[in-house]
């Protein structure tokens, strides 16, 4: 059974005049890897997923498995009818991937009935495990507690990415212990940790994600003390990272440490001149502390 636990970053895609940028994925990977991560993502919505062909998603997914980090990856996959995400989640069961990242129907907004039929559908048919997305900022639909809870019966789910914003429906899964839960929105990750959850898909890891496994490690042995310092001094990043929509800080970030060009999507946007100079500053604020531990 695949382990959700530890830091899992949700790839940015990095793009060089309009185009897939390969060999900076291919160096963000390697950075990453052998920082503590538990694993990847790829083509969440940190991925700018809903703006690639399916061609493009699938060579940013081989690129990540050629990597051979030896790590974990996710597939996102998403859509609105049931049969063809089926499809797709089939032709990315023919990769080497560990499971996939499912978000509720997009747009449609069904009841929790037709959420249940959707996931149920999807996890019958797919070879690998798959998690849950509670995301509605992004699909309009909440996965509700007794839905994740009656979906947590089905034996091939087997977690949660929670970003729906309720820490009562949070630690009621983490409570009912059949979900292995993960925070996904970052200025839970503290909070969710703290309650049991397994860790954390996280955008804002991608800058030192050594001070975010660290995190981990301390809550994971109860050193509150040091777990409540370490998660004041990355906090002002956490914001930042999510003051424009993500990923453009992010990407930002990783820009200021020459890891990919700053360039995103249309209609996506690189972040504003005032918010650049901040995440300019934090870079440099993050490395001494990543330094000094």
């Given at each position: 059974?695949?382990?959700?636990?530890?830091?899992?970053?949700?790839?940015?895609?990095?793009?060089s005049?309009?185009?897939?940028?390969l060999?900076?994925?291919?160096?963000?990977?390697?950075?990453?890897?052998?920082?503590?991560?538990?694993?990847?993502?790829?083509?969440?919505?940190?991925?700018?997923?809903?703006?690639?062909?399916?061609?493009?998603?699938?060579?940013?997914?081989?690129?990540?498995?050629?990597?051979?980090?030896?790590?974990?990856?996710?597939?996102?996959v998403?859509?609105?009818?049931?049969q063809?995400v089926?499809?797709?989640?089939?032709?990315?069961?023919?990769?080497?991937?560990?499971?996939?990242?499912?978000?509720?129907?997009?747009?449609?907004?069904?009841?929790?009935?037709?959420?249940i039929?959707?996931f149920?559908?999807?996890?019958?048919?797919?070879?690998?495990?798959?998690?849950?997305?509670?995301?509605?900022?992004?699909?309009?639909?909440?996965?509700?507690?007794?839905?994740?809870?009656?979906?947590?019966a089905?034996?091939?789910?087997?977690?949660?990415?929670?970003?729906g914003g309720?820490?009562?429906?949070?630690?009621?899964?983490?409570?009912?212990?059949?979900?292995?839960?993960?925070?996904?929105?970052?200025?839970?990750?503290?909070?969710?940790?703290?309650?049991?959850?397994?860790?954390?898909?996280s955008?804002?890891?991608?800058?030192?994600?050594?001070?975010?496994?660290?995190?981990?490690?301390?809550?994971r042995?109860?050193?509150?003390?040091?777990?409540?310092?370490?998660?004041?001094?990355?906090?002002?990043?956490?914001?930042?990272?999510?003051?424009?929509?993500?990923?453009a800080?992010?990407?930002?970030?990783?820009?200021?440490?020459?890891?990919?060009?700053?360039?995103?999507?249309?209609?996506?946007?690189?972040v504003?001149?005032?918010?650049?100079q901040?995440?300019e500053?934090?870079?440099?604020?993050?490395?001494?502390?990543?330094?000094?531990?």
């Amino acid at each position: 059974m695949l382990d959700l636990s530890g830091v899992w970053i949700p790839l940015v895609t990095p793009f060089s005049g309009g185009r897939l940028d390969l060999p900076a994925l291919t160096r963000l990977v390697a950075t990453l890897a052998p920082r503590g991560i538990a694993g990847y993502v790829v083509c969440g919505s940190t991925g700018e997923a809903a703006l690639l062909s399916d061609d493009e998603q699938r060579q940013v997914l081989q690129a990540v498995l050629d990597a051979q980090t030896g790590l974990p990856v996710l597939m996102g996959v998403a859509g609105s009818a049931p049969q063809p995400v089926r499809t797709e989640l089939l032709q990315w069961a023919e990769y080497p991937v560990a499971g996939f990242l499912v978000p509720p129907p997009l747009y449609v907004r069904p009841p929790q009935a037709g959420v249940i039929d959707f996931f149920s559908t999807l996890a019958d048919a797919s070879p690998r495990p798959v998690v849950l997305y509670d995301i509605p900022s992004r699909t309009g639909t909440r996965i509700q507690r007794e839905t994740a809870l009656a979906l947590a019966a089905h034996a091939n789910i087997i977690g949660l990415k929670d970003c729906g914003g309720h820490l009562a429906d949070t630690q009621a899964l983490i409570d009912d212990g059949r979900l292995q839960v993960l925070a996904g929105d970052d200025i839970e990750i503290f909070a969710t940790l703290c309650m049991g959850g397994a860790g954390s898909i996280s955008a804002s890891a991608h800058l030192h994600p050594e001070l975010f496994v660290r995190l981990h490690q301390q809550l994971r042995v109860g050193d509150l003390p040091a777990a409540r310092r370490l998660w004041q001094a990355l906090q002002p990043w956490i914001r930042a990272a999510f003051a424009e929509p993500n990923p453009a800080p992010a990407k930002a970030a990783l820009a200021a440490q020459g890891l990919l060009r700053n360039e995103l999507r249309a209609p996506m946007q690189p972040v504003s001149a005032a918010l650049q100079q901040q995440i300019e500053a934090l870079v440099d604020q993050l490395g001494r502390l990543a330094r000094e531990a």
